[in-house]
């Protein structure tokens, strides 16, 4: 497989300057040999025969004391990672309490998202709930209607699981063509994580679900009092009632303290300060925003029930927030994968828009409904890349392009655009969305 041309052995000068100056490159020549089956050249880019004052002279932060324990009671992000926020696009909402910012895609790795940085989707801005003060009810066909405080909540069986949420409109833009300039823009209405709550089924059996009951409506408690129908056999199979994230309580801006997790389907039905469940015989078409999740068609009519997130990757780095800055030679890539049908099988790679693909490297926990970190590494020849990745799930649904996507749903759609994301990357690392046919 390894190919002789392809490998530079390390700079025998560069490794006898840096030991001069006392830095051990131990393993790196070895650890180049992982990755996608490349041999890769050496990382380190520093001119290693000057010397270096931030190695050779004591700094500041290596000679005066620091803070103290008590300074950040509830801990914070390095102030040098000041640019790692959410954002918003200021013109595509009217205002802020009816809008939606961004996860910074491009500035995170692993598969989890940091509760601060997980995207936001309200309709009416972010109710503020005590928890003392919060009820579930659960009314309807049922044998017996209840009412939950948050502390009867937890006395049912509790489950941990990680799932992505990603709301139907991502990429909604992008549908007539390259539009946003940034992976946190195009794809960044997705977050992913550790959920703690108790299975929806646990509630609704103590409440009895009636056979006539084969609709669920859950309601938010906040002003744009949001509902969307959800069928009984969703809500039975792995719908989970959620008041913890990545650990800590659910933040005011995911729901606290309670929200509804619809593994795999679209972010809108997973309802925020989750208040009520109403069960019923059929789906309240009236009472919900249908048509706007509806996928309208060229020829007028629309696709509907489409709840199910489709299998759909994207590269995060490079992208045009984040530029490769080190010039040619080794490098890495790196992106999502996800599926609201399971779990991740494969992920290729493309750096000619599209002709050849090779196998990225899948690497993290593989959960289903998750997202998955992918990585190719790779050397660089400097030339220009028109990066793609094509996600294939475990149901062998293969990602499709932006093209073969608007051959079947026309080009009205706003929602479920899971097409193919390329970005081309210019000779000095700088990134744009393009679109290639
Ligand atoms: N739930 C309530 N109560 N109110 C809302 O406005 N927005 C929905 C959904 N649940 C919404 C809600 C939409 S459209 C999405 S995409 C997700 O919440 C976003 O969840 P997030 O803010 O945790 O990212
Ligand atoms: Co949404």
Same mark, same amino acid.
């Given at each position: 497989m390894s190919d002789d041309k392809n490998i530079e052995k390390p700079k025998v000068s560069a490794r006898r300057s840096a030991l001069k100056a006392g830095l051990k490159l131990g393993g790196l020549a070895a650890a180049g040999t992982a990755g996608s089956g490349a041999i890769i050249k050496s990382a380190v880019a520093a001119d290693q025969s000057k010397p270096d004052p931030l190695i050779t002279e004591i700094q500041d932060w290596n000679r005066y004391m620091g803070d103290g324990v008590d300074s950040n009671p509830y801990g914070l992000p390095s *102030?040098? &990672?000041? &640019?790692v926020v959410r954002r918003d696009v200021? #013109?595509?909402? $009217? /205002? $802020? *309490?009816s809008s939606v910012n961004f996860t910074p895609l491009h500035a995170l790795d692993g598969i989890i998202t940091p509760n601060g940085l997980c995207f936001e989707r309200h309709h009416g801005g972010v109710a503020q709930i005590a928890p003392s003060d919060h009820r579930l009810m659960i009314n309807g066909l049922v044998d017996h209607p209840l009412v939950f405080t948050m502390e009867d909540i937890a006395r049912f069986p509790r489950e941990n699981h990680t799932y992505f949420l990603e709301c139907a409109a991502n990429s909604g833009m992008e549908w007539r063509g390259a539009q946003l300039n940034g992976c946190q823009f195009t794809h960044g209405m997705v977050h992913n994580v550790v959920y703690t709550g108790v299975k929806l089924k646990h509630l609704l059996d103590e409440a009895g679900v009636k056979a006539r009951g084969k609709w669920l409506l859950p309601e938010g408690a /906040?002003? $744009?009092h949001m509902t969307r129908s959800i069928p009984i056999e969703k809500a039975l199979d792995d719908c989970l009632v959620a008041f913890k994230m990545n650990g800590e309580a659910l933040r005011p801006e995911q729901g606290y303290p309670l929200r509804l997790v619809v593994p %795999?389907? &679209? %972010?809108?039905? #997973?309802? *925020?300060w989750l208040r009520r469940f109403e069960v019923g015989d059929q789906p309240w078409h009236h009472r919900e925003e249908t048509s706007k999740y509806t996928d309208l068609l060229a020829d007028g009519r629309a696709r509907r029930f489409t709840w199910e997130m489709d299998v759909k990757s994207v590269i995060t780095n490079p992208s045009p927030q984040a530029p490769i800055m080190h010039g040619k030679g080794r490098t890495v890539i790196t992106g999502l994968a996800w599926s609201g049908h399971g779990t991740i099988k494969r992920v290729d790679v493309s750096t000619d828009g599209g002709r050849n693909w090779v196998t990225a490297r899948l690497d993290g926990p593989s959960f289903s409904k998750s997202v998955h970190r992918f990585y190719y590494d790779f050397d660089w020849d400097g030339r220009d890349m028109y990066l793609q990745s094509r996600a294939i799930d475990n149901h062998g649904n293969i990602q499709p392009t932006k093209n073969a996507l608007r051959l079947a749903r026309g080009e009205n759609s706003i929602y479920h655009n899971n097409g193919i994301q390329t970005w081309h990357v210019r000779g000095d690392g700088s990134a744009e969305n393009v679109e290639i046919s």
């Open positions: *102030k040098f &990672e000041s &640019e200021a #013109w595509l909402t $009217a /205002d $802020a *309490k /906040d002003p $744009a %795999g389907w &679209e %972010g809108n039905m #997973w309802v *925020k």
